[in-house]
């Protein structure tokens, strides 16, 4: 089980000096039409997300790889995809390279443009079942190989004893090597957040009309 950092005590250094570790921030992105509400939790999350990383790396050690969902080279090159994806995970990014963390290309390129394409399918509102069932068919095997080769590629690159840090959506269903420990970066605007997020939703829900009068 990931240890749910912004939930229970931050565990002493010497617990976790040995082997590798990896730190899974969940990924939450702005949209240009974002209330504000919504943009000061977004602010908090990664004020909170980039305090709780700078508390890691003074008891654990600095971060050495960084990975980025939807990053498909490494370096300087995959710090300007970051750039154009999210801003504020760019400026962690760019935060833990400035203290010599490595960005390292996480996705490959033509497996991410299956998925994503096999995505766009369903998402375009097909109407024959059988073409439904065949597009959802190559998209879950798509997901499948994106998954193995996001779990291969942090196994391939994380050394020994190295802290990766790993910024991805919640649901992504990668199964990490079982010799990496996993901590769940979950800061309390995070739920404050997803909160925000299901009292939207209920409140955008359409009324039931199925009730009686009365």
């Given at each position: 089980?990931?240890e749910?950092?912004g939930?229970?005590?931050?565990?002493?250094?010497a617990?976790f000096?040995?082997g590798?570790?990896?730190l899974?921030?969940?990924?939450?992105?702005?949209?240009?039409?974002?209330?504000?509400?919504?943009l000061?939790?977004?602010?908090?999350?990664?004020q909170?997300?980039n305090g709780?990383i700078s508390?890691?790396?003074?008891?654990?050690g600095e971060?050495?790889?960084?990975?980025?969902?939807?990053?498909a080279?490494?370096?300087?090159?995959?710090?300007?995809?970051?750039a154009?994806?999210n801003e504020a995970?760019?400026?962690?990014v760019?935060?833990c390279?400035?203290?010599?963390a490595?960005?390292?290309?996480l996705?490959?390129a033509?497996?991410?443009?299956?998925?994503?394409d096999w995505?766009?399918?369903?998402?375009?509102g097909l109407?024959?079942p059988?073409?439904v069932?065949?597009v959802?068919?190559?998209y879950?095997?798509?997901?499948r190989?994106r998954?193995e080769?996001?779990a291969?590629?942090?196994?391939?690159?994380l050394?020994?004893?190295?802290?990766?840090?790993?910024?991805?959506r919640e649901?992504?269903q990668?199964?990490?090597?079982?010799d990496?420990?996993?901590?769940?970066?979950a800061?309390?605007?995070l739920?404050?957040?997803k909160?925000?997020?299901?009292?939207?939703?209920?409140?955008?829900?359409p009324?039931d009309?199925?009730?009686?009068d009365?």
């Amino acid at each position: 089980m990931p240890e749910e950092l912004g939930k229970i005590e931050k565990p002493p250094a010497a617990d976790f000096k040995k082997g590798r570790k990896l730190l899974f921030v969940p990924l939450i992105y702005r949209t240009e039409d974002a209330p504000e509400e919504y943009l000061a939790i977004f602010a908090r999350y990664w004020q909170q997300v980039n305090g709780q990383i700078s508390d890691l790396a003074a008891k654990l050690g600095e971060v050495k790889r960084v990975y980025h969902e939807l990053v498909a080279v490494a370096g300087d090159e995959g710090d300007k995809t970051v750039a154009g994806l999210n801003e504020a995970s760019h400026n962690l990014v760019q935060a833990c390279r400035q203290q010599k963390a490595q960005l390292e290309a996480l996705e490959d390129a033509d497996i991410l443009s299956e998925f994503m394409d096999w995505s766009r399918c369903l998402l375009i509102g097909l109407q024959n079942p059988r073409v439904v069932t065949k597009v959802y068919e190559a998209y879950q095997e798509a997901a499948r190989k994106r998954t193995e080769h996001l779990a291969a590629r942090i196994d391939k690159t994380l050394g020994a004893d190295e802290i990766g840090l790993l910024l991805m959506r919640e649901g992504h269903q990668v199964n990490f090597p079982p010799d990496i420990q996993l901590f769940y970066v979950a800061p309390p605007a995070l739920d404050e957040l997803k909160r925000w997020l299901r009292e939207r939703e209920q409140a955008e829900a359409p009324a039931d009309d199925s009730a009686p009068d009365g």
